[in-house]
């Protein structure tokens, strides 16, 4: 009998016959979406509602990598919005990871001697060190600024006479305009340099308040650093407790001989190449071995900034002769560093790639500036550590409380391996 179109709506679905329409889905009745089909990745599940498996693991890195990129963020932010109280505690914590060891030395060598006179002896001492290189470094710059401004305005006297004899050609009309428009646009700026004098007032006062918390949390981190680490490990789940501290005592291990060796490194090169500047006669040789030795703790980076001030104060005071006498010093002092310094004293437990260094380096110097620059190579050398203790599975058996966090060699995996000896002068 036939039905119109309405009645073939409602008319109820012809139930599946076993063995048939049910089994090789040739019924497109049984095929057909229904409201709770969805899209599967099961093999079992009809072709045309089966994810493609490349799309099915796209879809997994895409939502996997954005998940990440916003954790990222919200640390970033967090670090940025904190930066004021931040700053000062990384650089507490880099300060202790060099003067911790010699307190803690102290103290035990010294039976009688308490841990807080040792901590005290520590600070004051780098403190005392600290400030006569920077007060040494500015006499050595105000005693030599009068040499190096007559030098200058002689440089400019006789580039000045280069321009009107040389290619350019510029007589006195064309010369005296381009002084004209410097000095007007000079003029212009007086408000921005008026506010930027105003805002270098208010950096001064704020770098005097991270001093203080600076100082305040070096103090408590060499005195009081193993009860601070003992409370943080706290907050780590249970059963992952041992792992972490494990991976902390060599991530700061590994802190502790990366300061120690850089610092040895800056200072042999700052040396050097003072040495080598006051031989060829270029001024402010002191400044100038200063800044040499602060730009080694930015590595790559601070060599050529450092490099490019040095030899332009050559080319100003002797000329391209002496420019390109420093230039050479300088790139003998970078292979002196690569080449023999580096691997003698970081040895095999500290060592990054390249590339691993200048990427951090510029990563931090985008997002925080100059502090982020400073702060990234050690960041990245506790992080590297650290996640490999975590990944090592030979590190599942050792036990932490045999890792000495201020001992250097405590970042290498056989330090604590008793089938292997370690030479005492291996570090």
Request: proline share 7%; charged share 15%.
């Amino acid at each position: 009998m036939a039905t119109s179109h309405g009645e073939a709506d409602l008319a109820p679905a012809r139930p599946p016959q076993a063995g048939h329409d049910a089994a090789d889905g040739s019924d497109p009745r049984t095929t057909e979406p229904g409201p709770t089909d969805t899209v599967s990745t099961d093999p079992a599940a009809p072709a045309r509602w089966r994810v493609p498996h490349g799309l099915d693991i796209a879809a997994g890195l895409a939502w996997r990598t954005l998940l990440i990129a916003a954790a990222a963020f919200v640390v970033i932010y967090l670090a940025a919005t904190f930066a004021l109280v931040l700053v000062p505690v990384v650089l507490a914590l880099i300060a202790a990871s060099l003067l911790a060891p010699e307190a803690h030395l102290m103290s035990t060598r010294i039976r009688w001697m308490p841990h807080a006179v040792a901590t005290a002896i520590v600070v004051v001492g780098g403190l005392a060190v600290v400030g006569g290189v920077f007060t040494g470094v500015v006499f050595a710059f105000i005693s030599g600024l009068p040499e190096l401004t007559s030098q200058l305005t002689s440089s400019l006297s006789e580039i000045q006479a280069w321009v009107r004899t040389g290619p350019l050609g510029l007589d006195n009309q064309q010369f005296t305009a381009i002084g004209d428009q410097l000095l007007a646009s000079v003029r212009s700026s007086q408000a921005t340099i008026a506010s930027s004098a105003l805002f270098a007032v208010s950096t001064v006062g704020e770098l005097f308040t991270e001093g203080l918390l600076t100082l305040f949390t070096l103090i408590f981190l060499i005195h009081d650093g193993g009860t601070i680490w003992r409370f943080l490990l706290r907050g780590v789940p249970g059963r992952v407790r041992r792992r972490a501290d494990l991976a902390g005592r060599r991530a700061f291990a590994s802190l502790v001989g990366y300061t120690r060796a850089i610092v040895v490194v800056a200072f042999i090169d700052a040396v050097t190449a003072g040495v080598g500047l006051w031989l060829i006669g270029v001024p402010l040789a002191v400044p100038l071995a200063a800044l040499i030795f602060f730009g080694a703790f930015v590595p790559t980076v601070g060599a050529v900034v450092s490099g490019a001030v040095a030899a332009l104060v050559a080319l100003v005071s002797g000329g391209v002769t002496d420019m390109l006498l420093v230039i050479a010093l300088l790139l003998a002092v970078q292979n002196l560093e690569g080449y023999v310094l580096q691997p003698l004293f970081l040895g095999k437990s500290i060592k990054l790639h390249p590339l691993a260094v200048v990427l951090p380096i510029a990563c931090g110097l985008v997002i925080a500036g100059i502090p982020g620059a400073l702060l990234a190579v050690p960041l990245v050398t506790v992080l590297d550590t650290g996640l490999r203790s975590l990944t090592r599975p030979d590190d599942a058996t050792v036990d932490p409380a045999t890792i000495n966090p201020l001992d250097p060699r405590s970042a290498r995996p056989e330090f604590a391996d008793p089938k292997v000896v370690v030479a005492p002068t291996d570090d």
